[in-house]
């Protein structure tokens, strides 16, 4: 690991700063202190996202999660229409891990450190430049405000990113409002702690879906809207009554937006990039985030560390360039998916019977599982293809 410096008016120096410590944020310092740069990690205090906590078995291999973090391994899910049909779909040759992000992302900081970052508690402020183009970034901690320098920033600071309003150019991303709700986990039937129930219904959501989702000895209960009159309060508490869940103990409350669309810059052609919810990296319609986040953290830690190498800020675009080469066209599906499906009650009446169908199936978690659409079974593609049209054009009944 390399120091930070000392500057002459008593700022200190480091390679990289990153603004942000949740799983992007984390990554991208691991990876930076783990090559030998001086890092800062700066992570705001009592910040947990609300998320289902789920991570497919790839995240779990590139990024070395031990077996001590998955509090539950999901073998199901169940995808339930507004006629309370439900589909339910067995994953096949593996599973689905669950984590508590209130111990998760303390951990991913911990390994950080670990590799040499510094932790440090604090709440990004600004962002100025020294003449010759060395960052000068202002957080706030409890000692007050505290200025470092920086070759570079990696912004993984949320959604709605204080750094990017200020390194960025402005930029209308599409958000979905989540809130959930971590309740004990119930014991017994009809209640099941290996499988995730998604509920397409426009009572609980108009534009997006509800969960439940299994921690082990808590439950994520949740639901997401863009809509801003939406009752997201109320949808949840309606989705406890109805699958009786309502008398269970609520441990905690969270809500937060989440973007639903890649930023179209992810750095400011100087000395910084961006990753996580600050760079969009949530997937349209599933609303999953922790695998793209890490992703991206990694990606950005590269493109800052090949920025460092050669002074070129034009390294800081192949964060942006490697990500959509890997997952923009997964995105781009998913988005039209989203604006279809979700519109109406009668179409999610109709998506959830399509999920009936075994090549759907099959498709969609092995693209979820490995991250990347399934090119090896092309009849199977075409079937589906067939019968979405069937289903388009009201040829199937739902």
């Not at 309003?165 to 119930?186: G, M, Q, R, S, W």
Request: hydrophobic share 40%; glycine share 10%.
């Amino acid at each position: 690991m390399r120091n930070a410096r000392g500057g002459a008016d008593g700022d200190v120096s480091y390679d990289a700063v990153v603004v942000g410590g949740g799983p992007a944020g984390a990554t991208a310092a691991h990876d930076l202190a783990r090559s030998g740069k001086s890092v800062l990690l700066i992570d705001r205090a009592g910040r947990i996202k609300p998320c289902g906590g789920a991570i497919p078995p790839r995240l779990i291999s590139e990024f070395e999660i031990p077996d001590h973090l998955l509090v539950a391994r999901i073998s199901a899910a169940r995808m339930i229409a507004p006629s309370d049909q439900h589909v339910d779909i067995p994953i096949e040759n593996g599973f689905v891990g669950m984590v508590d992000r209130e111990v998760f992302d303390p951990w991913l900081r911990t390994r950080a450190e670990k590799a040499g970052a510094h932790l440090v508690q604090g709440a990004f402020e600004d962002l100025e430049r020294e003449p010759g183009g060395t960052a000068i970034v202002t957080y706030r901690s409890d000692a007050g405000l505290q200025r470092v320098r920086a070759r570079v920033v990696v912004g993984a600071d949320g959604a709605l990113s204080p750094l990017a309003k200020v390194a960025l150019p402005a930029e209308k991303v599409p958000f979905v409002f989540a809130y959930h709700e971590i309740i004990e986990t119930p014991h017994g039937v009809p209640f099941d702690g290996r499988r995730c129930d998604v509920i397409y219904n426009g009572e609980t959501s108009p534009d997006f879906y509800a969960w439940i989702f299994p921690h082990g000895q808590t439950t994520s209960v949740g639901t997401g809207s863009a809509n801003k009159g939406f009752s997201l309060r109320g949808a949840v508490s309606d989705v406890r009554q109805r699958h009786g869940l309502a008398g269970l103990k609520t441990i905690r409350r969270e809500g937060a937006p989440i973007p639903l669309k890649p930023r179209r810059r992810w750095d400011d052609g100087r000395n910084v990039v961006l990753a996580g919810d600050a760079a969009g990296v949530v997937a349209p319609a599933s609303g999953e985030g922790i695998y793209y986040a890490m992703l991206g953290g990694r990606l950005a830690a590269d493109a800052a560390a090949a920025f460092l190498q050669t002074g070129d800020a034009r390294a800081l675009a192949g964060a942006r360039k490697a990500f959509m080469r890997l997952h923009g066209r997964v995105f781009w599906v998913l988005g039209i998916m989203q604006y279809f499906w979700y519109s109406s009650d009668k179409r999610r009446e109709r998506f959830v019977t399509i999920c009936r169908d075994k090549d759907v199936q099959s498709l969609t978690f092995d693209s979820y599982m490995n991250k990347r659409l399934v090119r090896s079974k092309p009849m199977a593609h075409v079937r589906i293809f067939f019968k979405d049209m069937a289903h388009l054009l009201g040829l199937v009944r739902a």
